[in-house]
């Protein structure tokens, strides 16, 4: 990580939460539908991030042995298995496939 | 909650040194940020071939997630500037979500930092044991540590999908970047993906009439 990116990161995440926290909090109390739209943000971007590392290699797609790992993940996220046993699982799947393909 | 914290910690530690970070770099980032999800954003559009700003821009549309976490969080806690932005920089998903539920306010506060002593226990002995292990783990793509990172992130926001407006715009935002990613510079299709916010909105109605905040703040509680 760059110095740049780890001040800007910084400000980003301590500054919004207390913009959060003292600015918009009290004016989204007024106002349901943009604290809805708030609460979705992470759902829609967080999922983008996903995307990009499961299927992108620079900016192409390829299906690889990462999308095996993560298919797995997702169903161990669904059953609410705990953090460990997702990150542990999606990595030991994908290695296998790793193993088995190359 | 120390075991998730500890676990998150020792893969952020791993996923930076393995992408050329120095171990010493790494842990400052990583204590300063505070920001796990950031971190992966940012790493996520550099891996991408993405500019620094851009990737920065992403960690950025990414925080907004405690932005949120803090506005719940504030309103519960008792009166008082320092004491309240004390707690909201220690916002993360699974204190909130347990504060929140709590009656009083000063429940609210006790709760908060009894829950959020435990995960900073588990973050920074995390982060002490990931810096170490960067270092001597060799080919990490052999072990397969690359899928470790969209997973924790998936199951960082697990409990925001499993609400119906929560996964639809999920979907939505992992569609807008699907179809994006070919075609425009790294980085953009995840900052363009936050109008998958809007696609949920359109299609999810909220019960009842729109002006009622009571289904939305008890579901609010549930995404730790």
């Given at each position: 990580m760059t110095t740049l990116s780890i001040v800007m990161l910084t400000i980003a995440a301590w500054g919004q939460r207390l913009v959060g926290a003292f600015l918009i909090g009290p004016w989204l109390e007024k106002r349901p539908i943009l604290a809805r739209a708030a609460g979705l943000i992470p759902a829609a971007v967080v999922m983008a991030v996903i995307v990009q590392l499961t299927v992108a290699r620079g900016s192409s797609l390829v299906v690889d042995e990462r999308l095996a790992g993560m298919s797995v993940a997702a169903v161990l996220v669904w059953r609410r298995a705990p953090f460990i046993v997702v990150v542990l699982a999606a990595a030991v799947v994908t290695a296998s496939f790793r193993a088995l393909v190359g | 909650m120390a075991i998730t914290f500890f676990s998150l910690g020792v893969t952020l530690q791993v996923l930076l040194i393995d992408n050329g970070t120095s171990s010493t770099r790494a842990l400052v980032a990583s204590v300063v940020i505070f920001s796990a999800t950031s971190q992966f954003a940012y790493l996520a559009v550099r891996d991408g071939g993405g500019g620094d700003w851009a990737a920065i821009a992403a960690g950025w549309v990414v925080a907004t997630r405690f932005g949120i976490l803090a506005v719940s969080l504030s309103s519960r806690l008792p009166q008082g500037f320092w004491r309240r932005a004390a707690a909201s920089i220690n916002a993360f998903d699974p204190n909130v979500a347990v504060a929140v539920q709590q009656t009083t306010p000063w429940e609210v506060e006790r709760e908060f930092w009894r829950t959020t002593a435990g995960m900073m226990l588990g973050w920074f002995s995390g982060l002490a044991v990931g810096t170490l292990l960067g270092n001597v783990l060799g080919d990490t793509q052999r072990l397969g540590l690359d899928a470790i990172f969209p997973a924790a992130l998936l199951a960082i926001i697990g409990n925001l999908l499993r609400r119906r407006d929560g996964f639809i715009a999920g979907i939505a935002g992992a569609a807008i970047c699907l179809v994006l990613l070919p075609i425009v510079p790294a980085g953009l299709p995840i900052i363009v993906s936050v109008f998958g916010v809007a696609i949920s909105l359109i299609m999810v109605r909220v019960p009842g009439?729109?002006?009622?905040r009571r289904s939305e703040s008890a579901s609010d509680g549930e995404q730790s």
């Open positions: - | 009439e729109p002006r009622t």
